[in-house]
């Protein structure tokens, strides 16, 4: 039975790969932006960084989907159901990520930049080269933690129809009545959360310099 459902169990392990991936990526160098802009912006601006941090922290993730798919279109704003996972993962995790990168700026010594600004470099330039790579070194921890959180949490586009790896596995039993694709969807998740610890371990490594 294992070779029968497992080609529709891995179609859907690279769906849930492409959310994971597309995610991933539009999400940490936007809160790489957003936190600068959050640090450098005025007074009236900041409320507006806290409010969408509080929103998205605050709100399930599942209900984030089902606004933005089944809400928007009533305020005269219609997105595919692809587009509609992106944006939904991608602005949630953007706010954990703004969170994280803030903590970990948080434990930079404020001397660094200081004496940045005495060699005369600009503010954006403290941040990005000096500043933000050891935060992120910093974070890898917290970092690795919600990259782990991502993979799971994919499993949550099932609301809006997508295939992904958990929608496939339990079409899987009530085809065939068993419980067995459970155990091979749990594999597979153990795989891909073991795969990508195992990165991150690597990454942790090789900025260790700083």
Do not use: H
Request: hydrophobic share 50%.
């Amino acid at each position: 039975m294992i070779r029968q459902i497992l080609p529709s169990l891995l179609a859907g392990a690279g769906v849930t790969l492409q959310v994971f991936a597309l995610t991933l990526l539009l999400s940490l160098p936007l809160a790489c932006l957003l936190q600068a802009f959050q640090q450098f912006s005025g007074r009236l601006l900041k409320p507006l960084f806290r409010g969408y941090i509080t929103l998205m922290r605050g709100t399930p993730l599942l209900l984030q989907l089902m606004f933005i798919f089944f809400g928007m279109p009533y305020l005269g704003l219609t997105f595919s159901r692809e587009a509609s996972i992106l944006i939904a993962f991608t602005l949630n995790y953007t706010a954990y990520f703004i969170e994280i990168l803030r903590g970990a700026l948080g434990a930079v010594d404020p001397g660094q930049a200081e004496a940045g600004k005495m060699l005369g470099f600009s503010r954006r330039t403290i941040y990005f080269r000096i500043q933000l790579p050891q935060a992120l070194r910093n974070a890898m921890p917290a970092i690795g933690n919600e990259v782990l959180n991502l993979v799971k949490d994919t499993s949550l586009i099932y609301v809006l129809g997508a295939s992904e790896l958990l929608k496939a596995g339990r079409s899987a039993v009530n085809t065939y009545a068993t419980a067995l694709p459970f155990v091979v969807v749990g594999l597979l998740y153990l795989a891909m959360c073991g795969g990508f610890s195992w990165i991150l371990s690597r990454i942790e490594k090789r900025i260790s310099y700083y």
